[in-house]
């Protein structure tokens, strides 16, 4: 099994990276594909017009994470990884004022996101709760291209096709882990550690061996620009005030908060969990970001966002030693942890509930903070369990599908959950009782009993026990 730390890490734009990142690059995925079929096609067979239908979470929580806009930049052939945050709007606005999508290779296609744009409030689709259609059709009506996509969570996207051939692979991890080419190609935490053993390397020095197959010497300049946008989010979270979009009148506490803690600097007497305050500020000044559909980088998910960066930065604020190496391996060893939970469980909320993102996130951060001050595999695979383990069940439950309430909160208290669960698995020497690989199968089967309405719908728990206004 590999997932590199690229994939897990990918630079994008807020709310969601399931519900906003995934379907604008499937549909920017769609046109790709609608090029290659059409080409060589008579005139009166050529795509004149576009439509999407968005099922499951996308359609009940799509307004609040803004996924409409997401398919209509995507149809316009942007990504979120270059997409200019400037001018989203301006975009947006051409498309709705001229009801059509200007597209390389084809010019313009008709799309009224008014009425080609449908929100399917039926069943979800069989294949993941995060679904949408996407559809090209000639001057005739008829249908040039037909596409179902999955927003798998992080924003990971698979066709309806790429999805069965990976519940195939799973059936066959083993004859695919014995042709890898990867040095360590582990697919569980267990066999992550007797890699270790037998390697005598720590978990980073593996993922690290791993990533060099495919990224060789650019490895670590793509590890320092993770963190460059991950730090470059906080700085701009904490210098920004006002009210987060959505209709709720969330206002950003990041910046007023972060004032405070300057102003208690020069006190000669600060309270023991005064770092907990300065966790919880980075973490807030990420998701407030991820909120107003700024730049974040999600780890593993947008929703998540803050979990990580918060770590790094309370590794760098208040741990002596601290270097930009230990950064490194933080990521690589956080990376390390987040594939091995997506590949045997999910880190999608409208799959497992809010566990798979913050949970995941927390597991990650443990880890990968661990490894940074030096714990040995096993109190790594020990940090990730204790942050994961007290995760379970955790619901998503956003009110008015945004991701604000409780969502920004919940980053700095899972930020706080994985330096805790760090702290413990150092003070032991990594021999524990329930082994990571087991809480992330718990994780799995939780989410499958979770009921739907607490599974990014909006349908249950904090999203419908709003406040009287």
Not at 162 to 183: G, M, S, V, Y
Request: charged fraction near 20%; glycine fraction near 12%.
């Amino acid at each position: 099994m590999f997932l590199s730390v690229f994939d897990l890490f990918k630079v994008g734009i807020g709310p969601s990276s399931s519900h906003t990142m995934g379907p604008m690059s499937a549909a920017a995925r769609f046109l790709d594909d609608l090029r290659r079929t059409s080409h060589g096609m008579p005139a009166a067979g050529k795509p004149v017009r576009l439509g999407a239908r968005l099922h499951g979470s996308l359609a009940f929580t799509g307004k609040g994470h803004g996924t409409d806009r997401a398919v209509i930049l995507g149809l316009c052939g942007l990504q979120p990884d270059t997409l200019d945050l400037d001018r989203i709007e301006e975009i947006e606005e051409a498309v709705r004022r001229d009801g059509a999508v200007l597209v390389e290779g084809f010019g313009a296609l008709a799309f009224n996101p008014d009425t080609d744009l449908v929100f399917d409030f039926g069943p979800a689709l069989p294949g993941h709760a995060n679904g949408l259609v996407l559809t090209a059709l000639d001057a005739a009506g008829e249908v040039v291209l037909r596409e179902t996509y999955y927003s798998i969570g992080g924003g990971f996207v698979l066709t309806e096709a790429e999805l069965a051939e990976k519940d195939a692979e799973n059936l066959n991890l083993r004859a695919e882990k014995l042709a890898h080419r990867f040095p360590y190609p582990f697919g569980t935490a267990r066999e992550m550690l007797a890699m270790g053993l037998a390697s005598g390397k720590t978990i980073a020095q593996m993922k690290r061996a791993n990533e060099e197959v495919m990224h060789g010497a650019e490895l670590d300049a793509g590890l320092d620009r993770i963190w460059e946008v991950m730090n470059a989010c906080i700085q701009r979270g904490l210098t920004l005030d006002g009210v987060l979009p959505g209709g709720l009148k969330v206002k950003r506490r990041a910046k007023a908060i972060y004032e405070q803690l300057q102003s208690e600097r020069t006190r000669n007497l600060l309270y023991p969990h005064h770092a907990n305050d300065w966790m919880s500020v980075y973490a807030m000044a990420v998701n407030e970001e991820n909120a107003a559909g700024g730049r974040v980088v999600t780890a593993p998910t947008n929703g998540a966002a803050g979990v990580l960066p918060a770590v790094i930065r309370y590794y760098f604020d208040h741990c002596a030693g601290a270097t930009r190496d230990g950064v490194r391996d933080l990521l690589l060893v956080a990376a390390a942890v987040g594939g091995l939970i997506k590949h045997n469980a999910s880190i999608s909320g409208a799959e497992v509930g809010c566990q798979g993102e913050v949970g995941s996130a927390a597991a990650m951060a443990a880890a990968g903070l661990c490894a940074a001050l030096g714990g040995s595999n096993e109190q790594v695979e020990n940090a990730a369990e204790i942050a994961l383990e007290h995760h379970l069940g955790l619901t998503c439950d956003p009110a008015s599908g945004l991701v604000q309430v409780p969502c920004i909160e919940r980053n700095a208290l899972g930020a706080i959950k994985a330096v805790s669960a760090a702290s413990l698995a150092l003070r032991g020497d990594g021999v524990h009782f329930m082994p990571l690989d087991n809480c992330v199968k718990v994780m799995l089967e939780t989410g499958r009993d979770m009921n739907l309405k607490y599974k990014e719908t909006s349908q249950g728990g904090l999203a419908v026990n709003l406040p009287e206004c």
